[in-house]
């Protein structure tokens, strides 16, 4: 972070001077020397959901509450996709296709499951854990395998063209698959 007599400033700006002067930006080192532009550190990150400073957690009763209300709402959410066919079941009789009960049962063990692990955390550090909380400002983990598809477009009898699309497939975690 950059600031200039105490305030921050971006370098990536136009900036002028008092005196009328301006600069396209701050990116050269002389100029932002002469002007008196200095770098100072940024200020230590902290996961904002769980702390509301450094080394400053927030109520871990509350935290707990919060985050087991979350995860059954994600549960719910989930069964809801299907709580048609067992609302069929009891009121016709038609059963439950198999691979949907066990989905079912899947998301119901891994909320029970991390219920528990949050109903068990003794500290914030413990309740990150058992959230499997990615800190908040780290980007989404991507495979490095890209898949590659290719469309053949022919606008006219005489032409063809060929197109190659490439994706890249986010990774997810065990409990974004539990969640799905």
């Known amino acids: 972070m950059f600031t200039l007599n105490g305030s ?18 701050l990116r050269d080192p002389a100029v932002r020397e002469a002007l008196g532009v200095v ?6 990150w902290y996961d904002q959901r769980f702390y509301w400073g450094v080394n400053n957690p927030k109520d871990l009763d509350q935290l707990k509450a ?10 719910n959410a989930t ?3 299907t ?3 067992v609302i069929r079941k009891a009121e016709r009789g038609i059963d439950v296709p198999v691979d949907v009960a066990a989905t079912r049962a899947a998301v119901l063990a891994e909320a029970d499951q991390v219920e528990a692990a949050i109903t068990a955390a003794t500290t914030v550090d413990e309740l990150v854990a058992a959230v499997g909380a990615a800190p908040a400002e780290a980007p989404a983990p991507v495979v490095e395998e890209t ?3 290719v469309i053949e477009a022919t606008p006219s009898a005489s032409t063809t063209e060929t197109a190659t699309i490439t994706t ?13």
Request: proline residues 7%; aromatic residues 8%; charged residues 15%.
């Open 8 to 25: 921050p400033i971006s370098i990536d700006n136009e900036y002028t001077t008092s005196e009328g002067v301006t600069y396209p930006h």
């Open 39 to 44: 770098e100072v550190a940024d200020d230590p």
């Open 66 to 75: 919060q985050w087991i209300a979350q995860t059954k709402q994600t549960a």
């Open 79 to 81: 069964l809801a996709q």
């Open 83 to 85: 709580d048609w066919m």
């Open 147 to 149: 898949q590659s598809v």
């Open 168 to 180: 890249v497939i986010p990774a997810l975690s065990s409990s974004d698959i539990a969640a799905m």
